[in-house]
């Protein structure tokens, strides 16, 4: 008798099994087994399984374990695939439960599935207890043949069932087979602690809780063919019927041809003339007259998209980004490769003329390498479902879903998981993850860490911690949606992959991406960008207040003040350039035209960097532009002279070596694998088409190796050329509407205190006013008024959105003059010292005049006066008697103010305090900010407060500490040695004010403050 497994349940079903394939496939060819079936809650991991099991020569089954719903009762069964058909339903059944609020199969639903499938009945599953009887069994064969449904019996450990002798009776009267079964959840024996913690992770309890549910798994582990064969040595036909039953099912998942969706025309049209159609129109309305060159590109594009079978696909994309537009949603002006294709530019795909900037068609779709096309779309993020919705309700909601993600017990996650199911003390928590290394796998941390694997030996709860934490890492721990993957198909989507419910009514496939690839299925990305989400509230606030509609493609590209910016490295909250080595790259190269914005996009990266003196040296006229193969200027005089893009690499190929732009793309995909044998073979390909052209064979070979030193730094300059344009936009916009530009990058920061802080003190520097919150004129996100920018209710923490719309609604009532009128608009009911403290704090009530100490100390007057005047009919008469008083208040200090400031806001917004103690310093303080340009070794004094200390001991066992300073016009690292820290330890502490003698030094290209004195500063500056 061949060694089969008819019920493993992997770790793909979300911890319900805690068994990893590549441990599985190798135990079950070592044991000989012929075959092996998974029985996932949902079809995950079945394609996995499948060609992992192939891989070692094992038959995979493919199963599913599902609670069927007959008569009263809910019971397991077991449903295998016979063939394509069985797999086809068993997608349907899958797709089935997951969709139902009870996510169990009715029986009418599985009558209907149930074609080229074999059901077993778990019936020695505790789910089966009052359903064991003769009817049940009945109603699940009626009307169909008794050789498809059988009887389960497991015998875990050995042990029969206390009813097993009444199952067997029950099989004789309903005349069903049994067939042996054993589910398997773990791979070995002493697994079982590991899968325990899994079910408890999974389930929400701890381990340690007398509550908890058993675990009825304990047998639950793979065993070998001799203990299985004397676990039912009394009944070894039913070991055989098991045998029949899987020697039945014969499934193969292979990777399927390309199932693309189709575009609905009106009868009588082709796809393609519709295409070009709206080409053709499209480009009229961008060109007044086509040139040849532009006609010629059209054609040909046409030609081959229609040849490639994407006609509709192309339609589909231009029909959701038409209607992202027509809404209003801002989408963005090209991805990828994309943006070589005129056509998607003629359709508004894209916004990036490829002709103007020199991008290649085969860079994106290659006859020569049929692939699926990859049109990725950027929609401004907080609009993004809309267009998903809208492809789900135009195209029909079983035609289109998002893709499913898992996420997985990494190496923290494993770790603080089991802790907390462990029941962990919180610095038995603090301990393991500040020793734990994100970067290696668990098993390898502890190995290289002496002082976490003493720890362990120390208690054998933490032994069992590590044993888990090993056998359950990398498993997923939960589903979620794709951040952009959306499918769309001609049929729907449940014959090709099995379906889920999502978020917002759109379905989820329960494959992930590369599954989903492999069915053929046409992925689409609906990116949501945040940097367009701040380009769309620029917009809008600007059509508010001004009345002036934006259209962003006519943006001059040519805007001085916008390179004065990108000149400067003033690029805080731009997309792309923030880092403070783009900074560097920028003001090395002075890029003075949107061609050296692209190009230092696509140089800043690990490689092509090293480039950019020269790059820069070359631009401004510093040294010559010198070209060793001088065929190659034509092609690289836009880059001085260096391979930056990957489209100069493929022109090169066409124009020295006589290669087709399809060739050529293959060429450059070819060389970037770095395959030796693939390199040689590409340069006698090379070579020979250089020699045809003239070449001779050492300039030929010259040319190749300059390709090939490149390959690796090569960047689609489509790509880099779309991208800018947002970077470019930004800029546009911080240099010429620099209000808008603050006060829609400050809403998309809320949350974010470190750089909110940054971000206000660029705005003081540059003089651009900053108004406080106001309960009278703030909206809840921060608007412009006049020439300055007003801060919005919603930075100040405690205050809610829907706190905010009563407020907005309480101020459509009547103008306030004191905080007693915005009591009785508000509300007794919404007017509470919780909503109106962080108000007062952050300076949102300064409008009625009054102290901020006065203000705090009448919120109870003003909240009697509000529950006195209430809505009564009589209370205008109520409200024009009575004339309620503050309460007298006594004074705030200043410290203490914008200590509230601080506090309501994240930030200090009237002034700094370092402000204030610099006015009652009598020497000279040197500001932060003046800090980075003086030269190394340079003696300074300066004063802040301390944000944040870092104490370490070096290998000699001295402590020393590291910390950051913060002024009102910047923040610096400052490292203290052993010996000064000695002396001043005692003064560093996290928010005091403190004075620094220093010298500046610079180390991993920064500037850094070495302490040499530390003075603790009081509030009076002393």
Known sequence: MNLMYPQIITGADLLRGIVKLDELAPLLQKRGASSAAIVNSKLYGVRSFSKMLTKYGIRPIIGLSVMLEIEDHEVLVYIYAQNEIGFSNLMKMSSAISTRQEENLPLNWLQAYREGCIIICAMTDSSWANARNLHVLQNLTENVSSASTFIGISRPGGRAHTDEEAIIQLSEESQLSIAACHETRFLHKEDFPAYEVATAIRKGYKLNDSKKPPNRYRQAFLPEQQELSNWFKEYPEWLQTTEHI????????????????????????????????????????????????????????????????????????????????????????????????????ALGITEVDPIKYGLLFERFLNPERVTMPDIDIDFADHRRTEV????????????????????????????????????????????????????????????????????????????????????????????????????LAAKPLVHYVPLQMGSDEVFLTQWAMKDVEEVGLLKMDFLGLRNLTLLDRIRAMIQYNKKQVIDFEQIPLHDQATYTLFKAG??????????????????????????????????????????????????????????????????????????????????????????????????????????????????????AGARKKGFDQVKANNVYNLIVKFADYGFPKSHAVAYSLISYRLAFFKANEPTYFYAAFLSSLTGSKDKMTEVIREMKAKGIPILPPSVTKSRYSHTVEGHAVRLGLGAIKGVTFAFYQQLAAAREKGSWSSMFD???????????????????????????????????????????????????????????????????????????????????????????????LKRNTPSQIATISSLFSLQQGTKVQCMGIILSIRRIRTKKGEAMAFLTLQDETDEISCTIFPKQYTQISVHLKEGAFVQISGSIDFRNQSVQLIVEQVLPLNLSGE
């Open 388 to 487: 998903v919705n809208y492809v789900a309700d135009t195209y029909g909601k079983q035609y289109v879903a998002q893709i499913i993600t898992f996420g997985t017990l990494s190496t923290k996650a494993v770790a603080r998981n089991v802790a907390r199911v462990l029941d962990f003390t919180p610095e038995e928590v603090r301990f393991m993850s500040n020793e734990l290394n994100s970067g290696q796998s668990f098993k390898e941390t502890i190995r290289q860490s002496k002082k976490l694997r003493d720890w362990i030996q120390v208690e054998p709860r933490r032994e069992m911690w590590q044993q888990a934490a090993e056998r359950l890492e990398d498993l997923p721990r939960n589903a979620s949606t794709h951040a952009a993957g959306v499918v």
């Open 822 to 916: 915005m009591a009785i608009s508000l509300g007794a009911d919404h007017f509470t010292e919780k909503a109106i403290i962080p108000l007062i704090k952050a300076g949102a009530l300064d409008d009625f005049k009054q102290k901020r100490s006065v203000l705090l100390a009448s919120i109870d007057a003003a909240h009697s006066h509000a529950l006195f005047i209430g809505d009564d009919a009589l209370s205008d008469q109520f409200q024009f008697n009575s004339q309620p008083k503050y309460t007298p208040g006594g004074t705030m200090d200043q410290m203490t103010m914008l200590g509230f400031e601080h506090d309501t806001l994240g930030f200090y917004l009237s002034e700094h305090p370092v402000e204030q």
């Open 570 to 687: 003033d690029t805080t909250g731009i997309f792309q350039f923030e880092s403070p080595g783009m900074r560097r790259a920028l003001r090395t190269i002075q890029p003075d035209n949107f061609k050296d914005i692209y190009s230092v996009n696509a140089l800043y990266r690990p490689g092509p960097m090293e480039f950019i003196p020269l790059y820069s040296r070359r631009k401004n006229g510093h040294e010559p532009t010198v070209y060793d193969i001088p065929e190659v200027e034509p092609i690289l005089a836009e880059t001085f002279g260096i391979i930056i893009y990957q489209e100069q690499i493929m022109k090169i190929a066409v124009d020295i070596a006589g290669f087709t732009m399809a060739e050529a793309d293959l060429l450059r995909r070819a060389i970037s694998k770095k395959n030796q044998q693939v390199l040689e073979e590409e340069r006698q390909h090379f070579t």
């Open 246 to 345: 899987m020697n039945s099912c014969d499934v193969a998942i292979q990777k399927e041809d390309f199932l693309l969706p189709k575009f609905p025309v009106v009868e009588g049209t082709l796809p393609i003339d519709l295409l070009e159609e709206h080409c053709r129109l499209g480009l009229q309305q961008r060109f007044q007259t086509l040139s040849s060159e532009y006609e010629e590109r059209l054609r040909y594009e046409l030609m081959i998209i229609e040849q490639m079978g994407f006609t509709d696909y192309f339609l589909i994309v231009e029909d959701y980004v038409r209607y992202a537009k027509t809404e209003g949603i801002l989408v963005g002006p090209g991805r990828g490769s994309s943006a070589g294709s005129l056509v998607a530019f």
